[in-house]
């Protein structure tokens, strides 16, 4: 299984969530998580490439699609994707308050 593959499961579930929170009317503030993904995919870009240059995390490269940001797969960016997406779509569901 390649790595977008994995992801493709992960994210489908994710989408999932964020559909039915939009769907509740009670869904994240969208322009306020388009604003913190930025900022968390910046992050992740920068440490995702210090972690592979010193040796940390390493990839099948059978597995990659070969398309880079850095030294860093493109792959390893859907993780911070899902957890942008799913924290606040889950908080809305669950009753969190909204500021």
Do not use: H
């Not at 039915?20 to 920068?46: D, H, I, N, Y």
């Amino acid at each position: 299984m390649t790595y977008w593959a994995l992801n493709a499961i992960f994210l489908a579930g994710v989408a999932a969530v964020a559909i039915v929170a939009v769907l509740s009317r009670r869904g994240p503030r969208w322009a306020s998580v388009g604003l913190v993904l930025a900022v968390v995919l910046l992050m992740t870009a920068v440490f995702d490439n210090v972690m592979i240059g010193v040796g940390l995390v390493g990839y099948d490269e059978q597995k990659i699609s070969g398309a880079f940001i850095g030294i860093a797969p493109l792959e390893d960016f859907a993780y911070a994707i899902a957890a942008v997406v799913l924290l606040p779509s889950l908080w809305c569901l669950t009753g969190g308050k909204r500021a």
